[in-house]
């Protein structure tokens, strides 16, 4: 199992470190006490499982040899990186300034700046043992997820998740979809009654489809804007991105189309498809 620890100052980015985390596939949790760390390690399926943790000054042992301790201990049972962000304490201050929050050292009756300092103190053990120290001074959110992404994946791309959904018009359309694409145009295997029984993935309305040069057109059309595109999304830091295909019923061009289209960006991304009108789908 992996385990990713997030640790840094206060204000240097940690919970925005944890959100890119979640987008690439890590289960990731925030504030988890210390004490609890390696029940919480123990509980876990270990089995191709990724996990992310902040450790901060919120639930850390002020000691720090506890803090040695209990990451060498775990070191003995998962496969650890520790990620470690922090910035100048003039730009935490202005942060802290922004936002009106309390340091959680606040409660020890220390100024703001007094409070990082010691903060600072405290959690040179897990900074000493960071595989990766970003200085988040200057960077905006973008930098951060990209410089995150570039050290965990070895790339600033997204591992982009394409659903593509089929659905019928004469029903509601799909709220979620990023694009949609009317195929109503097409030629349309209702009209034909030994077809009428049949789906966009049955083969007689595959034959059907397939014998006509506008559907194959229409499917190369929507595929090349798609490969110009798709790239331009990736390095734009985007998960996924939906793309519905609809014609009147949502039952026999949108389903094929959508099948077709979808088969052709499998072996380069992340596929789903879902038949909004198709039963059991």
């Not at 940690?14 to 390690?41: M, R, S, W």
């Not at 520790?82 to 936002?99: F, K, M, N, P, Q």
């Not at 929050?101 to 053990?125: D, G, I, M, W």
């Not at 959904?165 to 709220?175: A, I, L, T, V, W």
């Amino acid at each position: 199992m992996k385990l990713v620890i997030i640790s840094g100052r206060s204000g240097s980015g940690k919970t925005i470190a944890l959100h890119v985390l979640e987008d690439l596939g890590y289960n990731c949790i925030d504030g988890v006490p210390f004490q609890l760390l390696e029940q919480l390690i123990d509980t876990v399926d270990a089995k191709n499982n990724k996990i992310a943790i902040s450790l901060d000054i919120r639930n850390l042992p002020t000691k720090a040899a506890e803090i040695e301790q209990l990451l060498s201990s775990l070191k003995n049972k998962v496969d650890i990186e520790i990620v470690y962000l922090d910035a100048i304490s003039s730009e935490l201050i202005r942060r802290y300034s922004e936002t009106r929050r309390l340091h959680p050292l606040s409660k020890q009756k220390l100024s703001l700046s007094q409070a990082l300092e010691l903060e600072n103190e405290l959690l040179q053990p897990i900074r000493d043992r960071a595989a990766l120290a970003i200085d988040t001074t200057t960077l905006s959110i973008h930098n951060l997820n990209e410089r995150l992404k570039i050290h965990l994946q070895g790339t600033a791309k997204s591992n982009l998740l394409i659903i593509f959904q089929s659905f019928g018009f004469k029903y509601k359309h799909p709220e979620d979809a990023d694009y949609i694409f009317d195929v109503r145009f097409l030629p349309n295997p209702h009209w034909i009654p030994e077809l009428q029984k049949y789906t966009g993935l049955d083969q007689p309305v595959k034959d059907y489809l397939d014998s006509h040069n506008l559907v194959k057109q229409t499917i190369n059309q929507i595929e090349n804007l798609f490969h110009s595109w798709l790239p331009h999304l990736e390095t734009n830091n985007r998960n996924y991105v939906t793309i519905a295909i609809g014609c009147t019923g949502g039952k026999h061009r949108s389903v094929y189309v959508a099948e077709q289209i979808a088969a052709r960006f499998k072996t380069k991304y992340q596929v789903q498809i879902e038949h909004k009108c198709l039963k059991g789908q």
